[in-house]
């Protein structure tokens, strides 16, 4: 097996996963951004302040230190020589950790008498100011000094502080100051941090988004969690408000089909009581076969306010309703007496197998409603003749219990298995006559109770499967 575009596919997905926008990347990313530029700010008034006057060159104390020097060993040239050296290895250890050979050392020149008495290194050129007292930028070669002159009447000294002239940047990353480096090492590990702080501020948003995915389809009521957070509570209250008005309309509809229903029943069961006697009191066979037809009508349309009846049952019942414990092996053994007549009458046999005992909670005629759904759907579209299989077992290692009910009609193509659950929703190539309610009281009972079904083709690749789980008992 070819591993390469399985590891290439899943590095795509991860990829993919990355690039799309996340809240979460988003604020830790702000938070390092703030970070970045907070210290980049306190970095750049550093960089400023430090280059608009250099940190040796500023203190007046330096020089009149060096002039001191200068004055009282000039009697001693040795020992003059060996103080001023002192000195400045003094100031290159305290304005940083290069020595006097680099070139980004400062420098320190004395005169004495006209004559250069010290100069930190021989490196260094001889540097002049034009006026004593003041800083300025003396050019010498391709390279710019800043450099300041203290002198002193006292044996014409003269004292000159000069450094080379860069951006402390470079200075303090030569120096390991606490300036860029502290960023470059704790930026790592702020990550993490800020990652666990953005990721516990958002738990109550999680906390929304469990509970509205937990959600059934059917169940509206507001959701239980109350933020304390002003940014989440308008949030909330709107997606409270969106579920009360589609509850209440929910329930108007509801409401009107179950009244519609209930006011056709009347009417049907009248015009059926008539049709009936006009049947047996004619003789004539052409107005017999139009009642005949007329009555089938009427059967058709009784079944379908039947089950509008059924779907606004299954529909009102609440989605945590556990009202008894249930032998659902039973429960459907007992249906099948009801529709043997159905099944008789175009010469469809009913198998039905049970496994056992197969305990469930739920509504006792939610699940007939169910149940005989299932079963009528798979003799109503059997050929002549043929076999519908029921089967009830127990899944222990799902805890499921499991409704297996198999014909030997059309079946259903693939790509409508998922529609045929939509009320009203019928197969257009579907010759027999149906409401399209039938699966969409067994979807609506299913969700009511935990469970889910699937159709597919029978063991044979003909017909049609379809496969109930529901939650087993385990009081």
């Not at 450094?163 to 960023?183: C, I, M, N, Q, W």
């Not at 037809?293 to 306010?305: E, P, Q």
Request: charged letters at 25%; aromatic letters at 6%; glycine letters at 6%.
């Amino acid at each position: 097996m070819n591993l390469l575009p399985v590891a290439m596919t899943a590095l795509a997905r991860r990829w993919k996963r990355w690039l799309q926008p996340s809240l979460l990347r988003r604020l830790l990313l702000a938070q390092i951004a703030v970070v970045v530029l907070l210290w980049g700010a306190i970095l750049a008034l550093f960089l400023y302040d430090s280059n608009r006057v250099t940190d040796l060159v500023r203190y007046d104390k330096i020089f009149d230190s060096v002039i001191t020097i200068a004055q009282n060993l000039a009697a001693d040239p040795a020992r003059q020589q060996e103080a001023l050296k002192a000195f400045d290895m003094a100031l290159l250890e305290t304005s940083g950790d290069f020595s006097s050979e680099t070139d980004k050392a400062p420098v320190m020149q004395v005169w004495q008498r006209g004559r250069l008495i010290f100069n930190s290194t021989a490196a260094a050129p001889v540097m002049h100011t034009a006026v004593p007292g003041r800083v300025e930028n003396v050019r010498v070669g391709e390279r710019v000094w800043r450099a300041r002159m203290m002198t002193s009447p006292s044996l014409d000294t003269r004292v000159l502080l000069a450094e080379p002239k860069v951006l402390r940047f470079s200075f303090t990353v030569d120096h390991r100051s606490y300036y860029l480096l502290p960023l470059a090492i704790s930026l790592p590990f702020l990550v993490f941090p800020a990652w666990l702080s953005v990721l516990f501020a958002l738990r109550p948003w999680r906390q929304v988004t469990q509970e509205t995915a937990e959600r059934g389809p059917a169940d509206l009521t507001p959701l239980s969690f109350e933020p304390r957070h002003k940014e989440l509570q308008p949030l909330v209250r709107s997606i409270n408000g969106l579920l009360r008005s589609v509850r209440d309309r929910a329930s108007r509809e509801r409401v009107l089909i179950a009244d519609a229903a209930n006011e056709l029943r009347t009417p049907l069961d009248a015009m059926r009581v008539n049709v009936e006697a006009l049947k047996e009191q004619t003789a004539d066979a052409g107005q017999r076969e139009l009642m005949i037809n007329l009555l089938r009508s009427n059967d058709r349309a009784a079944r379908l306010v039947g089950q509008l009846q059924q779907l606004m049952r299954s529909d009102e019942m609440p989605q945590d309703a556990v009202p008894m414990r249930l032998a659902f092996d039973a429960l459907v053994r007992e249906r099948i007496p009801f529709v043997e007549d159905l099944a008789r009458v175009r010469g469809i046999g009913l198998d039905f197998v049970s496994e056992g005992a197969v305990l469930v909670f739920g509504e006792r005629e939610s699940l007939i409603s169910m149940v005989s759904n299932l079963i009528e759907n798979a003799i109503k579209y059997s050929p002549d003749g043929g076999t519908v299989t029921v089967r009830v077992a127990c899944e222990p290692e799902s805890s499921k219990a499991v409704l297996r009910v198999t014909d030997q009609g059309p079946g259903i193509p693939p790509e409508l298995r998922e529609r045929v659950f939509d009320r009203f929703f019928r197969n257009p190539d579907q010759t027999q006559s149906g409401s399209g309610l039938g699966l969409a009281i067994v979807r609506s009972v299913l969700n009511k109770h935990g469970g889910r079904i699937e159709l597919a083709a029978g063991e044979d690749g003909s017909g049609l499967l379809a496969t109930v789980w529901l939650p087993l008992s385990t009081g």
